[in-house]
């Protein structure tokens, strides 16, 4: 019986640990940052993944307006917010050479918003190096998650808070 009990209580801590819904606050705060090299298109895809509604909580706090990122009429204004936000807290150079990032746009995808980026102009990658900030200014446990991908070599890593780089070689 107290087994029984034991595992009733630890998986109601679970459930209320992981539930997510507008007033409870998920305990992670995490994104995650994929940057792919397409050798065929000579372009660097990157996309990111950041949970909704700490997304919104910053937009909100550094621009001062109305923000839903689900909200279809709103499409256009937080197309501004977002594309704003991102390139001004995620930078990456390409064989040690910053490079411009062209912002694509972003959808709702359950509790995250994903945003897709391109760089062009990328005959080839000898070392590509992330610098991210998201979310940095809301929470100072914040983690990014960075994965850089060229053809089928994987290189992944975690940026912690205050850190903010991370560089791969090919």
């Not at 034991?6 to 209320?16: D, E, G, N, S």
């Not at 929470?139 to 912690?160: A, C, E, P, T």
């Amino acid at each position: 019986m107290q087994l029984l009990n034991t595992k009733l209580v630890t998986l109601f801590l679970v459930f209320a640990l992981f539930s997510t819904t507008k007033e409870a606050k998920h305990p992670l705060h995490v994104s995650t940052t994929e940057v792919n090299f397409n050798s065929k298109d000579k372009t660097l895809e990157v996309s990111c993944r950041i949970f909704s509604d700490d997304f919104e909580s910053i937009l909100v706090k550094l621009y001062k307006q109305k923000t839903d990122l689900a909200n279809p009429a709103l499409k256009t204004q937080m197309d501004v917010l977002v594309k704003k936000y991102l390139l001004g807290h995620l930078q990456i150079k390409a064989n040690g050479k910053p490079v411009s990032m062209n912002y694509i746009g972003f959808e709702i995808d359950h509790e995250a918003t994903n945003i897709y980026l391109e760089i062009e102009k990328i005959s080839s990658i000898k070392t590509v190096e992330i610098n991210s900030t998201i979310l940095y200014d809301l929470f100072d446990d914040q983690m990014s998650i960075v994965h850089i991908v060229k053809g089928n070599i994987r290189k992944s890593s975690k940026i912690l808070y205050p850190d903010r780089s991370f560089m791969a070689n090919f």
